[in-house]
């Protein structure tokens, strides 16, 4: 065996997920990113670009700035675990690159992320009687190592009373969620601002 003229490249792509409107790591998270570390130690020249990323809600100057935590909120993480904080460059996109409508609760998740890639390199030892037949070639491999996809939601009956606003209070603590709700139940709420008794609301949980 020796070491041969192909390239053997293997890509990593890493993406963690984020809680609505939060910049917080998850746990699931922070285990993704331990999982890529493995790999950026044992390539010292490796650097990464995180790009933070939002979904469609907000606007584009907040989901900038939410893009931007999210993005820091990963290279504090990893330079915590060791890397170098030279090794780490961020970039926000905003929601300039999120594809899901709001409704989708799993595309939403998907889109509120911080991703980057990790391209690892390395000879391949193969018969030194077939190296000939190898050179010139490259492959390239591709894997991905990715959070959770965490996304639910309850039922809540309106009662008499009720307001958006009420809603919003008890279920989030803050009636100024209330658009979050309605954008969710739009097609049960003729008048948002006299919601019919009985109604029975989907209240998302991201």
């Not at 958006?164 to 003729?190: C, H, M």
């Amino acid at each position: 065996m020796k070491p041969s003229l192909v390239i053997k490249k293997v890509i990593k792509n890493v993406k963690v997920y984020f809680d609505y409107d939060k910049s917080e790591l998850r746990p699931d998270a922070e285990d993704a990113l331990r999982k890529a570390m493995d790999t950026l130690m044992k390539n010292p020249r490796a650097d990464i670009l995180i790009t933070g990323n939002a979904d469609v809600r907000g606007s584009e100057k907040y989901n900038l700035k939410l893009g931007e935590k999210r993005a820091a909120s990963v290279k504090e993480f990893m330079s915590g675990q060791g890397l170098p904080e030279d090794r780490i460059r961020i970039l926000s996109r905003g929601k300039l690159d999120a594809m899901a409508p709001v409704g989708d609760l799993v595309g939403m998740q998907k889109d509120r992320n911080a991703q980057f890639m990790i391209a690892e390199v390395e000879e391949v030892m193969i018969p030194a009687s077939q190296a000939g037949l190898y050179q010139d070639r490259a492959i390239e491999e591709r894997q991905n190592i990715e959070g959770e996809v965490k996304v639910d939601t309850r039922e809540y009956e309106i009662q008499p009373g009720d307001t958006l606003w009420s809603v919003a209070k008890k279920e989030y603590g803050d009636g100024r969620q209330w658009k979050r709700i309605y954008e969710f139940n739009k097609d049960l709420l003729p008048n948002p601002d006299r919601p019919k008794k009985g109604t029975k609301l989907r209240i998302p949980i991201e």
